[in-house]
T-cell receptor
Framework: DAGVTQSPTHLIKTRGQQVTLRCSPK?????VSWYQQALGQGPQFIFQ???????QRGNFPDRFSGHQFPNYSSELNVNALLLGDSALYLC????????????FGSGTRLTVV | GENVEQHPSTLSVQEGDSAVIKCTYS??????FPWYKQELGKGPQLIID?????GEKKDQRIAVTLNKTAKHFSLHITETQPEDSAVYFC????????????FGTGTRLKVLA
């Protein structure tokens, strides 16, 4: 049973560019949450998607947007990249009917130069 | 705003000894407290969790205690083994009935053989 799959694993972008990160949830899960983890810090909640809609959002600017597809997979988009956006981006999936306890993916390491 | 403080930031113990990591939270509405283990290059893995209506929970060598009055919760690992070496994060749900979490800043645990 595959867990949460994220792609790509690493990427390097230039300031001002746009990036799209992808996530496939664990089989049977229908809810996807995205977190940003800066080096040496704990993950910070970006937003959560359920039934193809953004259900909750953390304290992140509108440059961060997302999407959930009918197959429950999700994308995180970041526009106008800043150096400070360099981080590990984690996707976590869960089941709306049993929401406690995420399953995290291994993340996408984004470096902005 | 909501905050979770975690101590210590680093912890070294001899193999077979116990390790204790402590967290405090600020949001009195928090009702779910998971603990995650993160190994190098991997995403966080849920190791144990506790809900606000329970004071203690144990799973083999791992236990978590919760003091809602003091807004404290702790992770206890007994009979530590080298494979317990990792970064551990505590987290608290933001508000009640939300499934987004605020994480502590992490504890790097080293178990010395």
């Amino acid at each position: 049973d595959a867990g949460v799959t994220q792609s790509p694993t690493h990427l390097i972008k230039t300031r001002g560019q746009q990036v799209t990160l992808r996530c496939s949830p664990k089989s049977g899960h229908d809810t996807v949450s995205w977190y940003q983890q800066a080096l040496g810090q704990g993950p910070q909640f970006i937003f959560q998607y359920y039934e193809e809609e953004e259900r909750q959002r953390g304290n992140f600017p509108d440059r961060f947007s997302g999407h959930q597809f009918p197959n429950y997979s999700s994308e995180l988009n970041v526009n106008a990249l800043l150096l400070g956006d360099s981080a590990l981006y984690l996707c976590a999936s869960s089941l709306a009917s049993a929401p406690y306890g995420y399953t995290f993916g291994s993340g996408t390491r984004l470096t902005v130069v | 705003g909501e905050n979770v403080e975690q101590h210590p930031s680093t912890l070294s113990v001899q193999e077979g000894d116990s390790a204790v990591i402590k967290c405090t939270y600020s949001d009195s509405a928090s009702n779910y407290f998971p603990w995650y283990k993160q190994e190098l290059g991997k995403g966080p893995q849920l190791i144990i969790d506790i809900r606000s209506n329970v004071g203690e929970k144990k799973d083999q060598r791992i236990a978590v205690t919760l003091n809602k009055t003091a807004k404290h919760f702790s992770l206890h690992i007994t009979e530590t083994q080298p494979e317990d070496s990792a970064v551990y994060f505590c987290a608290a749900s933001i508000g009640s009935g939300t499934y987004k979490y605020i994480f502590g800043t992490g504890t790097r645990l080293k178990v010395l053989a």
